[in-house]
């Protein structure tokens, strides 16, 4: 399948909406090919979309700027087994000077902040204090121990054991399989996103806690260095810098996550889209008519006392 290629208005949709500095901004486009995730991520202040669809994006925007980048297929890793999941992620693998690095803009938090080199055992510095790793290597499942997948390790602090977090293959994959891979959190009524609201940004050094905190990034905030990340779970947003949670809030309805979104993440929504999350496992059932006040977003920086970040 041939990759789309966008044109330069439209790159320049795609950087307003990820609030990129008019200095940092490159261009090298030739065709027009629209796509459905340019229209869901980028027009109409986009509303997002699954780790899959982000990335898949991400990968498209590397490619029209003229970096040799290809897919790969991830397994995400669940304490809870201590075992990988099936081809329920992919990440992007793009070739800087000499070397080949992990990109991933759909991980979140505790995924990697910048481009990654593939390099064995290496400890890179993540949002101090945090770290991450890649190791080279079998995983557990495998019965031929001589396959090895990029495993890659996160911890939030330097005294604390390098957890995984999702292992990918060095092989490429194709929009054909991304595809077939987006079907499961579309349709498995047992993946988190059949039931949850998830969002998240990073935030950087330039985004105070004054006033009422970080809003929607901006071109100046973003000129600074990525410090933190802000969350929303469901009906908690969690604001973390440093290691630290700086503040979580607890939404009481569906008119305050609407609020939170437009305000700190720069999604809005028409009334007819709002809709169809009624009555289903995502939507916050409390709300203004069983006696919630009126919301206005928060100011977070007096929401609660920072404490030490614990997930």
């Not at 949709?13 to 869901?40: A, E, T, W």
């Not at 994006?57 to 290809?70: A, C, D, M, P, T």
């Not at 099936?86 to 991980?107: A, F």
């Not at 019965?143 to 054991?161: A, C, I, T």
Request: with cysteine.
């Amino acid at each position: 399948m041939a990759r789309h290629t966008f044109t330069r208005e439209q790159m320049d949709m795609y950087f307003d909406r990820i609030c990129m500095p008019q200095s940092k901004r490159v261009y090298d486009v030739i065709n027009v090919r629209p796509s459905y995730l340019f229209k869901k991520i980028v027009h109409h202040e986009g509303v997002g979309g699954y780790c899959i669809e982000v990335n898949y994006l991400f990968h498209l925007i590397l490619y029209n700027l003229g970096f040799s980048v290809y897919m790969a297929g991830s397994r995400i890793f669940h304490p809870d087994t201590k075992t990988y999941g099936g081809w329920t992620h992919v990440v992007n693998i793009v070739t800087i000077g000499t070397s080949k690095c992990l990109l991933d803009g759909g991980m979140g938090p505790n995924g990697p902040h910048c481009a990654m080199p593939l390099q064995d055992g290496e400890v890179i510095a993540q949002i101090s204090p945090a770290q991450m790793r890649l190791d080279y290597e079998s995983i557990g499942q495998h019965l031929d121990k001589s396959q090895k997948m990029w495993v890659f390790r996160h911890r939030y602090d330097q005294d604390l054991e390098m957890v995984p977090v999702y292992c990918f293959t060095d092989q490429e994959f194709t929009p054909e399989d991304v595809e077939s891979m987006n079907f499961e959190p579309m349709l498995n009524p047992q993946t988190i996103f059949a039931h949850k609201i998830l969002c998240v940004r990073f935030t950087t050094d330039r985004e105070t806690n004054e006033g009422n905190g970080p809003g929607s990034a901006s071109e100046e905030s973003l000129e600074g260095e990525i410090h933190g990340s802000l969350s929303l779970n469901h009906d908690i947003l969690k604001w973390r810098r440093h290691g630290k949670k700086e503040t979580e809030i607890t939404l009481k309805s569906e008119e305050s996550r609407l609020e939170i979104l437009k305000k700190y993440f720069g999604i809005t929504f028409l009334a007819d889209d709002t809709e169809p999350i009624h009555g289903t496992a995502a939507h916050i059932e409390l709300g203004p008519a069983q006696g919630a006040p009126a919301f206005q977003a928060p100011a977070l920086c007096a929401a609660i006392k920072p404490t030490r970040c614990d997930g």
